[in-house]
């Protein structure tokens, strides 16, 4: 028998049922910022690298500093949820909001796909896990879609045409420019210089 003590520790086994939304914002702990609903299952997502949240960070504060100064939309950063779906909820590492679509910004969430989504990966990604989130960016309609792998030190941008991804890989010595947040581009290593 199951002591009360180890069934509080194991929360989510409860692989049987599709959780919602609702069933995710209910039984993950508040501002804990280590879970994500992919699919109807929570998933929790490992603690990130120094190198992770050095580019997290940088990237962040140079995207903000650029929409804020261009006045184009708000740039965030995890953890902050992000609603797909009743069954998909993402916290991508950053994210851009076009000025002509403040109103997905929500009181506790965003409602619906952001233009921009980018991804920086850790030890602790699946190849499902990143296939999942680039299908369902792709399904809901996330313009630009940047995955950023620090160990290969490449970024591939992935852009919706037609409703498919189209993708370019850039090496971190090499200039990546933005469509979803026009006018911006960034060279990722000297982001970390």
């Known amino acids: ?63 903000k500093a650029y929409a804020k100064a261009n006045k184009l939309g708000k740039v965030y950063i995890a953890p902050l949820d992000t609603l797909f779906d009743q069954f998909n909820t993402f916290q991508p590492d950053v994210l851009f909001i076009s000025k002509e679509r403040l109103e997905i910004i929500g009181d506790k969430k965003i409602e619906a796909a952001p233009d921009l989504v980018v991804e920086v990966l850790s030890g602790g990604n699946t190849r499902k896990e990143m296939l999942h989130k680039k299908q369902t960016y792709e399904t809901f309609g996330v313009r ?21 991804f189209k993708s370019t890989r850039f090496s971190f010595d090499e200039e990546t420019v933005s469509v979803a947040l026009p006018g911006y581009k960034v060279c990722l290593k000297k982001v970390l210089d």
């Open 1 to 63: 028998m199951i002591s009360q003590a180890t069934a509080a520790a194991r929360p989510f086994k409860t692989k049987k049922k599709r959780l919602t939304y609702e069933d995710y914002a209910r039984l993950t702990p508040p501002d804990s910022g280590n879970y994500e609903l992919h699919n109807g299952q929570i998933i929790h997502m490992p603690s990130p690298t120094p190198l992770h949240q050095d580019m997290v960070g940088e990237l962040y504060s140079h995207m």
């Open 144 to 164: 630009e879609y940047w995955l950023i792998d620090l160990k290969k030190e490449t970024v591939t941008q992935y852009l919706l045409q037609e409703g498919e």
